[in-house]
Structures are given as C-alpha cells and as structure tokens.
RNA sequence: GCGCCUGUAGCUCAGCUGGAUAGAGCAACGGACUUCUAAUCCGUAGGUCGCAGGUUCGACUCCUGCCAGGCGCGCCA
C-alpha cells in the first residue's frame, strides 16, 4: 500500500515537472509514513518540503502542483489535502484497506517476505561461547539476538549462513585440562588447593571422574603435558556436545561448527599471517610480532605472535574472518558480548587487511544480562561457580518466555531478566499475550467449524462489511507487517518485530472484546473470520521470526 | 586519563534512521465475564525526552561541550 502511494507521488512530480508546474527535474526520494494521528490521513509524505531546495519553490506549492497531477486510476483515494508546511496527507477509501485480508490470506506463511537481501550471501556468527563451560544467560541472550536476526535476513531473501565459531584451541583448553587432572587428582584423594585460573565448576568434576574411570589413576597421577591435551580435547567434546544440546533445546541450529584448531591444522593461521606479511603490515619488534592495525582505524598496534612464538587469540582470530571472506560472503556479521566492543577496530582492521571491505563486516554488540528473581540479583560469574546456566533457566521459565523476553528489548540496552517475572502468566510477560491472540482465534475457528463453516476463504462481495473502525486499524496494522520485517532486516533489529506483534495483539485483543465474529450474518462472519484468520496468520509468522511457538490453545 | 554504549512517565521500555499534539506495559485509581478463552478489555492520572548551546522550515532523533551510569583499554581469551 505505502509503496503504491510511493508511486503516484513519483508520477505526480514527473507530470507536473512535464506540465511545466515543477522547473527541476531533480526530485528527492520519496517518503511515505502513516502519520501517528488519524487527523493527518492513512498516508503523508514530506516530499514537498525536502524538494523545496532543488526546486527553489515554497514547499506548498510544490505539494499543491504534486495533487494538481496525481492521478489515482483506480479510485482509492478518498481525499488529498495540503498541511501544515507542505505535508501531504492522504485519506484512501474504506474499501482500499480490506483487500489485504485476501493477500495475507493468499500469501500465508510467506506473509511478510521481501526480496531485498537479493541473494546477497550473508554469514551470521553468534554465541560462540568458548568450550569451557556450560552456556549462561548471557549466552542465551546472543542466541536469540543472532538466531533472529538470522530468520529474519532469511525472510528478506538474503541467503544466510549460520555460524558457531569454537575456541578449541589455545591456553583457555589447556587450562580446563589441567582443571580437569586437578580435579581427578582430587577424587584420588589427593589435597590440592584449586588454583585460581581454573574452571571450578561441577561439570568439570564429572568429567575428571569419566577419565578417571577410563584411563585409571596412573594415567592422572603422571600426568603429562600429552595427558592435559587429552582431558581438554574430552572435556571441550563433552562440553560442546552439551552447548549444541542446550542450543537445540532453545530451538537453536547451525549451519557449520567452525573449529578453531582446524585453522592450524590447515596452516591458514600461518598462511594469513604471511600474506599481512607481504602486505607490509605485519612488523617485528621486540621479538614480536604485530599487526599494524592503526593503518586500518585502531588506537594501537596489537601482537600477533609472542615472543614465545605462540600466536595469540587475535591471530586465529584474523584467520578465522580471512577464512570467512574466501568463502564468498557478502556481509558478515557477528554477535558479541557488549564487553569485547574494543576488539571491533582490530578486527575491522584485519577484515580490511585481508582484502575485505570495511562495510562487510558488522558487529552486533550485545548488552549484559543480569539475572534477578523478585527484583534480586542472582548469583552470576564462572569464578564462583554457582552461575545460572541457560538450561537452568529453560527448565524454569521455557523456550518462548525466555526467547521473548530477550527481544523485548533492544540488545543495545542491559537488560534485567526476572526469572519471577518470567514466569507469570500475566501482561507482565508479554510472551502469552501475543501468544493468546493466537489461542483466541484458534478457538473461533473451531467453533465456526462446529457451527458448519465448511472454509475460511476470501469472498468477494462479503470482504466489503469490513467497516468498523477496529477492523480497519487491524488491517492497517497487517499491511505494515511487511515494511516491519523489512526494517528490522536492514536495522538488524529483531525488537522490531516483537513490539510489532505486541501493538497487533493489543489491537485484536481490543477488537474481540468489542465485536463478536461469530454472527448471525453468513456474509459479515466469514468477512470477520478472514480477518482474524489473517491475523492469527501474522502473529504466527512474526512468533517464528522470534524462534517462539504459536499455540492452538492456552 | 582515553574509547564504546546508555540516559524518554514512579518502574521497565518503544519511538519506524529529521516530521505534525512524544507512545506502550507494569504499578495507582474507577469500571466490564449468562454471549467466540477475563492469560482479556474500557476509562482516569502520570513528561523540562540528563543539562547547556548549535545546525534548519522542523530535533527525543544530527553536531559540540558538560553531568550521571555500565563496559572496555594484556605479548589473556
């Protein structure tokens, strides 16, 4: 609908610059919104007002030479009318609005889809949790922002790779393999004073015992540096195979597991630092090595091999998004926690470096989660060992609840998550009241049936009784679902759609309790019935954007 | 000290990339279930958009400077 009035004024100004009424032909893009106040129409545009300057007209005019030359060949404008500095409102006919019922209808599970992504390839990388320890809720947070932002990009005809990058390599897994011969040790009986640096948690205890049962006690007690890569290889198995069972219990897949590691064992580490080599960005000083990153936009230079020779994280690191830039992706994202946001200007540099182009690579920066129950905050840090892991909070609160409640919110804001809160099935929790739209009308569609309403099909003249004003505000509402999905692609910004279905649940909500569907008018109940059919169809199709289940009965 | 993010109703947050009179939910108060699910709805009240300048037809939105909070500034990952 916006698109087509997108049009007319773009016709509007080439008439009007043909007939003489407009003196240039150069003309601005073309803004359509729909005004926050019914007094200023269905539809406005600024455009008056942003072409006064190439135009050297007073806004005004220009918007009264755009309505002298609008031609609307099928009759759906009501009313056009000049505002304020040169707004142009414009009101459409009662009857241009329900048609959309019939395309929601029709379109159904592609409800919502557009082709802007084009097939433009695009990698998203998310969570990414180090092998180390179970996920948190932190964790679960980027899963969900990532996960999203990945079926929406889908939607939008972009074509989505999704990707968990394991740190399976490096002093992180040795430290849990010495943390897990420690606590073998212990099992023996042995008194050891756990060391700060390693992993505390219980998770590594259990491992400690399986190796212990396999390899025996000789195995633990001459320990080699061999025996330490062997229990950090077993634990990061153990570990990942129990991320990839939470993740899946979140209803979180991935297209590609990319290992770390496997960039050594392929020597593209060493290759990738060869080629910055002979690009002259690479330098040795003091022994070290480093990368040249304040050519590309950082504050300082960062190492990339150690004195020791070892390379660091940021090595791999570099590799890892060469690795992804030869496997041909236009953009690639990648979802952080808000704590690593100095690492973007090294990591631009090296996307940059690598011979990627700096607009390529985008990082979504995603805030704390601090976990409360009753306003209180919970225990959180690996160090103490007590953290609340993700799967915890699955149990108690599910899937839908905890996936919503991490969209409800821009990631680019902290965010308190109440497992209290959460849990209540209350507007407090918003997850149920969109979900109960669904619900609702589930159970109108069974009692029709029950009344003998064979099928839900658009009809032609009966499509017309759609004329309260609560049925036309729901149909606006469906008709801007497209643009929503569509914004929220290019803004990556799932939140989007959540506060979308919110105001469209609150709109049905408002509708149900005013109007009966269910009538004694055949004509009037199946109209209605499309509508809400239509909507039922919208909430499902934007719940699964969120990764959250549509129910048929609450 | 430097950098990034945030600051909007008592609380939790939106605000469509500069548009018209700044919006929701919760909490408070008053109402609505013999009728398709009350996990719902209707109404009342609630604001110096952190502060001060600037840019322009027009600023919550952009720029500058302050103030407050969070996070980050390793040859750790």
Redesign the pocket.
């Known amino acids: 609908m916006k698109s087509a009035i997108q049009q007319w004024i773009r016709n509007a100004a080439l008439a009007a610059h043909a007939a003489g009424a407009l003196p240039s032909d150069l003309f601005p893009a073309v803004?359509v919104?729909?005004?926050?106040?019914d007094?200023?129409?269905d539809f406005?545009?600024?455009f008056a007002?942003?072409a006064?300057?190439s135009q050297k007209l007073a806004?005004r005019k220009i918007a009264q030479a755009l309505v002298d030359h609008l031609s609307d060949p099928d009759g759906r404008l009501a009313r056009v009318e000049i505002?304020?500095?040169?707004?142009?409102?414009f009101y459409l006919q009662p009857w241009a609005w329900p048609p959309v019922v019939a395309q929601v209808l029709a379109q159904d599970q592609g409800y919502g889809a557009t082709d802007i992504g084009r097939g433009q390839r695009i990698q998203v990388e998310f969570v990414s949790a180090?092998p180390t320890g179970p996920l948190h809720v932190g964790h679960g947070r980027g899963a969900a922002v990532g996960d999203s932002v990945a079926r929406i990009l889908s939607l939008c005809g972009y074509d989505v790779q999704r990707e968990y990058y394991i740190?399976d390599?490096?002093?992180?897994?040795q430290t849990l393999g010495r943390s897990v011969i420690l606590r073998a040790r212990q099992l023996l009986g042995e008194e050891i004073d756990f060391p700060e640096d390693c992993y505390p948690g219980d998770y590594v205890r259990d491992i400690a015992r399986g190796v212990l049962d396999e390899k025996g006690a000789d195995f633990i007690r001459g320990a080699d540096d061999a025996a330490v890569l062997y229990c950090a290889r077993v634990a990061a198995g153990q570990i990942i195979a129990g991320i990839r069972r939470d993740l899946a219990l979140f209803g979180i897949g991935f297209d590609r597991w990319f290992s770390?590691q496997s960039l050594f064992d392929s020597d593209e580490v060493t290759r990738s630092l060869e080629e910055l080599k002979a690009r002259g960005v690479v330098y040795l000083?003091?022994?070290?090595w480093w990368f040249k990153t304040t050519d590309f936009g950082d504050?300082?230079d960062?190492?990339v091999v150690?004195?020791?020779g070892?390379?660091?994280?940021?090595a791999?690191d570099i590799a890892y998004h060469r690795n992804k830039l030869q496997r041909g992706f236009d953009r690639i994202i990648d979802v952080w926690g808000?704590?690593?946001?100095?690492?973007?200007p090294r990591m631009t540099a090296a996307v940059e470096a690598s011979g990627g182009r700096r607009e390529q690579f985008q990082v979504l920066?995603v805030?704390?989660v601090s976990l409360l129950r009753d306003g209180q905050p919970v225990a959180m840090g690996k160090r103490s060992g007590d953290f609340v892991t993700l799967r915890e909070v699955l149990d108690e609160v599910g899937r839908d609840a905890a996936r919503f409640i991490f969209l409800?919110?821009?990631y680019?804001?902290?965010?308190?998550f109440d497992l209290e809160v959460a849990k209540q099935?209350?507007?407090?929790n918003?997850v149920?009241?969109v979900?109960?739209v669904h619900?609702?009308i589930?159970?109108?569609l069974?009692?029709?049936r029950e009344q003998g309403v064979a099928e839900v099909a658009w009809r032609e003249p009966a499509g017309r009784r759609l004329v309260e004003a609560e049925e036309i505000q729901l149909i606006k509402a469906l008709a801007?679902y497209p643009?929503?999905v569509a914004?929220a692609a290019?803004?990556?910004?799932p939140?989007?759609i959540t506060?979308f279905l919110?105001?469209l649940?609150?709109l049905f909500?408002?509708?149900?309790?005013?109007?009966?569907?269910?009538t004694e008018d055949g004509d009037l109940t199946l109209a209605r019935l499309c509508l809400v059919l239509a909507v039922q169809k919208t909430i499902r199709n934007g719940l699964s954007l969120l990764g959250v289940t549509a129910?048929?009965?609450?």
């Open positions: 803004e919104d729909e005004p926050k106040s007094a200023h129409g406005a545009t600024n007002m942003l006064a300057k806004p505002a304020g500095p040169g707004f142009i409102n180090n740190n390599s490096g002093r992180q897994i770390e000083q003091e022994g070290a504050e300082k960062r190492v150690r004195q020791n070892q390379t660091t994280y940021f791999s808000a704590d690593h946001h100095g690492y973007i920066l805030q704390l409800t919110r821009d680019v804001t902290p965010l308190d099935k209350s507007n407090d918003p149920y009241y979900q109960y619900a609702r589930a159970s109108i069974r009692k029709a801007r643009e929503v914004a290019q803004a990556l910004a939140h989007r506060f919110m105001q649940a609150a909500h408002a509708y149900y309790n005013k109007h009966r569907v269910l129910p048929e009965q609450m």
